[in-house]
């Protein structure tokens, strides 16, 4: 927040929207560094949404400790706000994550409404575990949410503080929703991120 344009306002409320319909979802958690008056009415209209204003831009250290002091025992999606997900998160319902850290690709959605997995996996734009994470997770993660290459710097994160790294994206679907195109970042000519927009070495397929 806020957007740059009203095209992608839509996108991400509309995302908000879908998740909030969910059995699997009980809560939305909106982390803003500024909403405005027109937004913030918006967004209180849609179910299960809370929003937690912050002094300044997220890190994923700020939202690792908020799990894990106020989340305990809770399964817990960290996501962008232009991804929403399908029943198909009944899964976790499944499986035993303690100790798993599922970094799940996207599918794009496209103009017609269709879908399309990202190619190859070193890209995520989803996180799921149970809190609380390792002390790790808090003290390196101190990497600003969005910034180009902050998702595999995150998996890789997961990696040394002994957390079995997942991406099981052909089952558990999440939607990314981004035909604007309207991006907060400098990109070069080929419109990829400028090289000093990037953090981080470190590529993970998986």
């Given amino acids: 927040f806020p957007f740059v344009t009203t095209a992608r306002r839509a996108e991400v409320l509309q995302s908000i929207k879908e998740n909030s319909t969910l059995e699997e979802v009980d809560r939305i958690l909106l982390f803003a560094e500024r909403v405005s008056v027109q937004d913030s009415t918006l967004l209180r209209e849609i179910q299960k949404v809370e929003i937690i204003e912050t002094a300044s831009r997220c890190r994923y250290s700020d939202l690792f400790l908020y799990a894990n002091e106020n989340l305990v025992g809770e399964i817990c999606i960290i996501c962008n706000n232009d991804i929403s997900f399908t029943n198909s998160l009944s899964h976790l319902n499944e499986i035993d994550i303690e100790d798993m850290f ?105």
């Fill in 102 to 206: 599922i970094c799940l690709t996207r599918w794009d959605v496209q103009p017609d409404g269709s879908l399309r997995h990202k190619e190859p996996k070193q890209s995520q734009d989803s996180w799921i575990f149970r809190s609380p994470l390792p002390q790790k997770m808090i003290d390196k993660g101190r990497i600003f949410f969005g910034r180009p290459g902050c998702d595999n710097m995150i998996a890789y994160l997961g990696v040394i503080s002994g957390l079995k790294v997942l991406n099981p994206s052909e089952l558990i679907i999440s939607k990314h929703r981004h035909l604007s195109n309207s991006r907060n970042y400098e990109q070069n000519k080929r419109g990829t991120p400028a090289k000093d927009e990037k953090v981080g070495h470190h590529s993970l397929y998986m």
